[in-house]
Each structure stands twice: as C-alpha cells, then as structure tokens.
C-alpha cells in the first residue's frame, strides 16, 4: 500500500487506527474462541468464516500503519476478549455473541465516520470497506443470534399520553410523601401548606425540564440516525439494495420482484431513505416539539403534586390531613391502572401495585418527619 507522501497522520488520528486495529484481533480471537466451543458445523463455520475475514482487518490496518512508518507494538487480546471467551467456555455463546452484534455494529458507525473525515485516501478506502464488511458480519450474527434489523441503528419513541401519565404519577408520589413528612413533623396547616405547594412548583419544573431533554435528545438521535442511513445509502448502496430486497421478500412480495422493486427504490436516494427511515428505523413524522413534551410532562407533575396538597387550601387538621390521603391513595390506584395500559399488566393488579406503593412512600415520609421532630424540633 502506497502511502500520501504530502500528509501525514497526526497523533490522534494513529490513536484510532490503533484502537481499530486492537479491536479487530479482539474480533478475530473471540470468533476463533467461539468457533472451538460450537457443536454445529453450520454455525462453527460462520464463527470461523468471521475469525478469517478479522484476521484481515488487522493485517489491513497494521498495513496501513507500517506505510507511515508508525511503530506497531506485539498486538494480543485484552482482558475483555479474553473475559467473554471465558464466559463463553462457562455458560455459553449466547450473550457473548449479542456483545459481538453490538461491537460490529459500532464498528459500522465508527467506520463510516472515518471513511467521512479522513483526509487520507488509503485510510478513507479502508474505512468503507470495512464498514461494508462489518454490516455483513451483522448479517451473519442476526442468522446466530435471531435478531433483525440494522443493530448500529437505536431509536426508540414515547407517547404523549404515557409522559401525562408518569409525570402524574411522580408529581403524586414525590410530593405526597413530602406533605405525609411535614404532617408528621408539624402541626403547622401553614407549613404543610407552603411545603406542599414548593415541593409542587419543584417537582413540575424538575420533570418538566426532564421531559425537554429527554424529547430533545430522542430528535437528536432520529436526526443521528437519520444521517447514517444516508451515509449507507451513499457508500454501500449494494448493501442497502439487499436490505431492502430483504424487507419487501419479508413481506410476501415474490423474490425477483423485490429485488426488481429495491432497485426502482434505490435509484432515487431521496425515496430509499424515505423507505429506510419508515421500514427499517420504524421513524414516523413527528407530532410534537421538546418543547411541547416538557410543558406538558411539567403540567402532569404539577397537578399529581398538588393532590395531597389542595384539601390544605380549604380546612384543615385532622380533616384536611384525611381527606388529602384518601384523595392521595384513590389517585395512586387510579394512576396505576392507567399504567396497566403501557405494562399489558391487568388493570386491578397494576392499581394495587401502585396503592401499595403509595402507601409505602407516604409511611417512610411519615417516619423520617416523626424522627426528625424528636431530634430538631
């Protein structure tokens, strides 16, 4: 391999080819491993197969690194190779082969990157093959492993409807057990009042704020996401085109007219990713903003906290204090039962869960109020 004679690798970027570089003889050793411990010759042959081609990973990248006179210390495997190999050979491939999904599918993201950024030619060539190559080891763990779909891909979405619910049921929680602590610690109805109504405005700014981020960094990760699949799309298109084909044989269509069909889809990039982000990256349109997430998760949190606290705005002693824990523990039950509708759990035992819960939080607030009235009051 004929290095650039004008560029020279700076000492971050021979950081990386090095870490590539142990990555793979990593690779190469855990498939060797795995490949003794395998009883059936189908899989015994992939694991070898993969064993073969990161063996030539690494002979690439010390390839590359020797051109540029870089100093390549005796490369053996670390601790983790060794470690999973170890597992492996105790209780089985099982785990260890879902770690090596996610390794290879990282590497394809790391890959691709690389591949985008390098200013090396030779590095840059590199790069996209063994992304490539990478994306079919993938290919060949999911047939091991039972998986499907691009595993270097994570998104993951939320409902409206479940961020009301679990903002209600912490504004209820948190507070309620805040407001059975003052009771137990003060017979103050202005104190239990003025608390509970802080530990409100608190509870609802925290979730909210929660809520934003949280909304903000799942757009983030669609947008990511979304960014690598034109990466592939523009790179390996081979690749994409047999996904593709995969996906509309999955769906009954006969096989030569998916591969007929994944062709149409990928001569116009703009339609394959629109294609790839609705099949395979599961992304719909967005039909709402962090901003909105936050305000409405602050909302819920904010009408849960004030629960326990409202029967404090309109009597008080032991009436307030009961009226405020019967309204406490009929929400928790109520609140639990909503969850039943994310869980699949059945709707009387998730209310009673939560009731129980409730009960729970409301006697150690009780308890750490009593105790603190003993020794600072």
């Not at 855990?30 to 990161?54: F, G, H, M, Q, T």
């Not at 799309?233 to 085109?241: G, K, L, S, V, W």
């Not at 409405?296 to 009597?315: D, E, K, R, S």
């Not at 939080?361 to 009593?370: D, E, F, I, M």
């Amino acid at each position: 391999m004929e290095k650039q004679k004008d560029i020279k690798p700076d000492d971050k970027t021979t950081k990386t080819w090095k870490h590539h570089l142990q990555d793979e003889l990593d690779a190469s050793f855990l498939y060797s491993e795995l490949a003794i411990l395998e009883s059936d010759p189908d899989r015994k042959d992939i694991l070898l197969e993969l064993a073969e081609v990161e063996s030539r990973h690494v002979a690439r990248w010390e390839e590359i690194l020797s051109s540029y006179d870089v100093e390549i210390k005796k490369q053996r495997p670390t601790f983790k190779a060794k470690f999973w190999a170890w597992y492996a050979q105790k209780f089985g491939s099982t785990f260890p082969l879902a770690r090596m999904l996610d390794e290879e599918a990282s590497e394809v993201k790391e890959y691709l990157t690389l591949h985008k950024n390098s200013t090396l030619e030779d590095a840059k060539e590199t790069a996209l093959l063994l992304a490539k190559e990478s994306a079919m080891h993938t290919e060949s763990l999911q047939e091991l492993t039972g998986s499907s779909d691009e595993p270097w891909h994570k998104t993951e979405s939320g409902g409206m409807l479940g961020n009301i619910v679990y903002g209600f049921n912490d504004g209820l929680t948190a507070n309620f057990g805040l407001v059975a602590g003052v009771i137990a610690a003060t017979d103050s109805p202005v104190t239990i009042m003025v608390t509970g109504i802080v530990g409100t405005v608190a509870d609802s700014l925290s979730m909210g704020a929660s809520g934003y981020l949280a909304a903000k960094s799942e757009q983030e990760v669609y947008e990511h996401e979304i960014e690598i699949e034109k990466d592939e799309i523009r790179f390996m298109p081979d690749i994409e085109e047999d996904e593709l084909t995969l996906i509309y044989a999955s769906r009954g269509v006969p096989k030569e007219h998916a591969r007929l069909l994944a062709q149409e889809v990928m001569s116009d990039p703009e339609r394959a990713l629109e294609e790839k982000i609705q099949s395979e990256l599961k992304i719909g349109e967005m039909h709402t903003t962090p901003f909105k997430e936050g305000w409405i998760t602050g909302l819920a949190t904010a009408v849960g906290a004030f629960i326990p606290v409202a029967p404090f705005l309109f009597t008080s002693g032991l009436a307030a204090i009961w009226i405020s824990f019967t309204l406490a523990m009929f929400s928790h039950f109520a609140v639990g039962a909503a969850r039943s509708l994310f869980t699949g759990r059945g709707l009387f035992r998730s209310g009673i869960d939560m009731f129980v819960v409730g009960l729970g939080v409301a006697g150690v607030g009780y308890l750490v109020g009593k105790v603190l009235e003993q020794f600072i009051f």
